[in-house]
């Protein structure tokens, strides 16, 4: 059994998160509930639940300064963190680099069904809790221009210099990262998600299933239907529909 508390402000959310909960999953059982950072706080370290469904937004603050408070008082947070958001650009990009976990406000039951099935393969992890330390440390910058980026493997929870990678290929619903004096990570995530993340960081999708970083890109083949070179010193194919924009960027470089 996976215990849980809730953390938000609005009673009706509460109310109705934990009735989805009780509908889905037999594993998860809700330990207590809270509305504020200070009464979050007290039951976090009075219950010391396995996992966290947290409120960005609460009456006397914001969850941020429960995961704060917590770690300069107890070190490390010791939980599964799910935060519950409205629709914010800026927190929901700090979480896909930091590799959290969200729900969004109102609770959609597929989405958090999906949500359930990460909690219980959390469950099984051990984690160093270094996302949270990346969440913190990206919200307290107040930029969207993150450097880091947390990448979530059967292993545990790994953190790299975006500028490192060299290229990220498709693996069916996997995507596999090549990065700088590292061996290959394979992550369970689409290669769509992670273009839609870095594209703005120097990155461009060249083919259905490669993106690459064009700060590492070396040579441009017009030969053999097109491809690059790469860093690494792989040969990536450049779809038809790419070449153009390709040419485009290299010119720019």
Same mark, same amino acid.
């Given at each position: 059994m996976i215990t849980a &508390? &809730? /953390? #938000? #402000? #609005?009673?009706? &959310?509460? $109310?109705g998160l934990k009735a989805l909960l009780e509908r889905y999953t037999n594993d998860i059982f809700i330990v207590g509930e809270a509305e504020s950072v200070k009464t979050g706080i007290a039951a976090i370290e009075k219950l010391r639940p396995q996992v966290i469904f947290l409120d960005i937004h +609460? $009456? #006397? !603050? $914001? !969850?941020?300064? /429960? +995961?704060?408070n917590l770690s300069k008082v107890n070190g490390k947070v010791k939980a599964h963190v799910v935060f519950i958001t409205a629709h914010e650009q800026y927190a929901l990009k700090a979480f896909k680099f930091s590799a959290l976990d969200f729900i969004l406000k109102p609770v959609d039951p597929e989405e958090l069904q999906d949500t359930i099935v990460k909690i219980k393969e959390a469950a099984g992890k051990k984690n160093s809790f270094e996302n949270i330390d990346l969440l913190l440390e990206n919200i307290r910058k107040k930029v969207d221009n993150f450097k880091r980026i947390a990448l979530s493997t059967s292993d545990g929870i790994h953190l790299f210099e975006v500028a490192d990678i060299i290229r990220c290929e498709a693996k069916a619903n996997y995507t596999e990262f090549f990065i700088k004096n590292h061996k290959p990570v394979l992550i369970s995530k689409t290669l769509k998600e992670y273009e839609e993340m870095l594209t703005e960081h120097g990155f461009e999708r060249i083919h259905q299933s490669h993106l690459i970083n064009l700060s590492y890109l070396k040579s441009y083949i017009k030969s053999d239907g097109g491809y690059v070179i790469m860093a690494d010193n792989s040969n990536i194919p450049i779809a038809q529909s790419k070449k153009e924009k390709l040419q485009e960027l290299i010119k720019s470089l």
């Open positions: &508390l &809730l /953390i #938000d #402000d #609005d009673k009706h &959310l509460r $109310t +609460l $009456t #006397d !603050g $914001t !969850g941020f300064d /429960i +995961l704060e």
